[in-house]
């Protein structure tokens, strides 16, 4: 496997679930991220992982939890999601040299996970 | 005003023209740019990072204006297979993690 991976690559679900995304990056990276992308809106940062600390968490409601067990793994638990969660949640990585705290390198994606919730 | 913001289009041009789009970023103190390309139903592939003194990579042009805050992709003699969404991506540079904020995208048809 190359690059950054996701699965599954499509999730339905009740809102009485608990699922987990998964992502696994294999570009040695030591920053990951969740990205969530809604139809014509902007892709919008969730949570933001580096050397395994989470750095941010936007605002996001705790339906949502992410956990990053490694620099390589990154997961998104799922529970009593609403029908506007449904969307396409995308994870990323990046090799970060940290100046002045803060970096700017790239960020790859992976294929994302398309989430619909019933 | 919008954060990050771009002209969603869609941009529709005949094979083989010239079109350039821009993309207007707030914060002045932004540190770093890119343009992605994001194909229907697929993820956003980093097309070009963007250098304060501009960069060209084949028939893609990226260039940084700090002064008015934007910057621009232009495309030369496009292709069909060009035809897709466009997102620009600007890095705050406040606080810790590369945290990057998106606009919408401008979409691109190219037509024979």
């Known amino acids: 496997e190359t690059g950054v991976t996701q699965t599954p690559r499509h999730l339905v679900m009740g809102m009485t679930n608990k699922k987990s995304l998964k992502c696994e990056q294999h570009?040695?990276?030591?920053?990951m991220y969740w990205y969530k992308q809604s139809a014509k809106k902007p892709l919008e940062l969730m949570f933001v992982y580096s050397l395994e600390e989470r750095v941010e968490n936007n605002s996001v409601p705790s339906r949502f939890s992410p956990e990053c067990p490694n620099s390589s793994h990154l997961f998104l638990h799922l529970h009593t999601l609403q029908p506007e969660d449904s969307a396409l949640y995308l994870c990323?990585?990046?090799?970060?040299?940290?100046?002045?705290?803060?970096?700017?390198?790239?960020?790859?994606f992976g294929p994302g996970t398309r989430l619909t919730v019933l | 005003r919008k954060e990050v913001e771009q002209d969603p289009g869609p941009f529709n041009v005949p094979e083989g023209a010239t079109v350039a789009f821009n993309c207007t970023y707030s914060?002045?103190?932004?540190?770093?740019f890119f343009w992605y390309r994001q194909d229907c139903r697929k993820e956003p592939k980093l097309l070009m990072s963007?250098?304060?003194s501009g960069n060209e990579d084949g028939r893609f042009t990226a260039q940084l204006n700090r002064a008015s805050q934007y910057i621009s992709l232009l495309i030369r003699d496009s292709k069909l297979s060009d035809s897709a969404t466009y997102l620009c991506?600007?890095?705050?540079?406040?606080?810790?993690?590369?945290?990057?904020?998106f606009g919408t995208g401008t979409q691109l048809k190219v037509e024979l």
């Open positions: 990323a990585s990046s090799q970060d040299n940290w100046v002045s705290g803060s970096s700017y390198n790239e960020q790859f």
């Open positions: 963007v250098y304060s």
């Open positions: 570009l040695g990276h030591n920053a």
């Open positions: 914060n002045s103190a932004s540190q770093s």
């Open positions: 991506a600007v890095n705050l540079g406040t606080g810790g993690g590369n945290k990057l904020t």
